[in-house]
C-alpha cells in the first residue's frame, strides 16, 4: 500500500512562491495519475491539479491556471505543485492523493482519489 506525505508548506506573502512536494512510499506511483487538493477553514476539499502517469496530461482548477504547476519525478517517486502569484484566498491545507483508477479526466470527483496524504498547511498573508 502506498503512503503519500505532502511537505513545503509555510507562511508566504501574497504574490510569493512555494513549492510542495508529495513524497510516496510503499510503491512506485510511476503509473498512476495523481492529484492535490486544498480545503480552506469552514470549506470543503476542492480539486486544485492533477497530472497523468505519464506527466503529459495535466488539469487545473480555473482559479489557479497560469499561477500553478503541477509536475512529477518518476525517479524521486515524488509529486510538485509550484505555486507562483500566491494570492491570501489560496490559504488552505494541500492534500495529495492518487487517482483509484489511475487516470485523471475533467470532472473527477474527489472519491475518484484515494491514499490521501496527511496535508501541508499553506497561509498566504495580504
Known amino acids: 500500500q502506498v503512503q503519500l506525505v505532502e511537505s513545503g508548506g509555510g507562511l508566504v506573502q501574497g504574490g510569493g512562491s512555494l513549492r510542495l512536494s508529495c513524497a510516496a512510499s510503499?510503491?512506485?506511483?510511476?503509473?498512476?495519475?495523481m492529484g492535490w487538493f486544498r480545503q480552506a477553514p469552514g470549506k470543503e476539499r476542492e480539486f486544485v491539479a492533477a497530472i497523468s502517469g505519464s506527466g503529459s496530461i495535466t488539469y487545473y482548477q480555473d482559479r489557479v491556471k497560469g499561477r500553478f504547476t503541477i509536475s512529477r519525478d518518476t525517479a524521486k517517486n515524488t509529486v510538485y505543485l509550484q505555486m507562483n502569484s500566491l494570492k491570501p484566498e489560496d490559504t488552505a491545507v494541500y492534500y495529495c492523493?492518487?487517482?483509484?483508477?489511475?487516470?485523471?479526466?475533467?470532472?473527477?470527483?474527489?472519491?475518484?482519489?484515494?491514499?490521501w496524504g496527511q496535508g501541508t498547511q499553506v497561509t498566504v498573508s495580504s
Open positions: 510503499g510503491r512506485t506511483l510511476s503509473s498512476r495519475a
Open positions: 492523493a492518487r487517482s483509484i483508477d489511475g487516470s485523471i479526466r475533467p470532472g473527477q470527483e474527489l472519491t475518484d482519489f484515494g491514499s
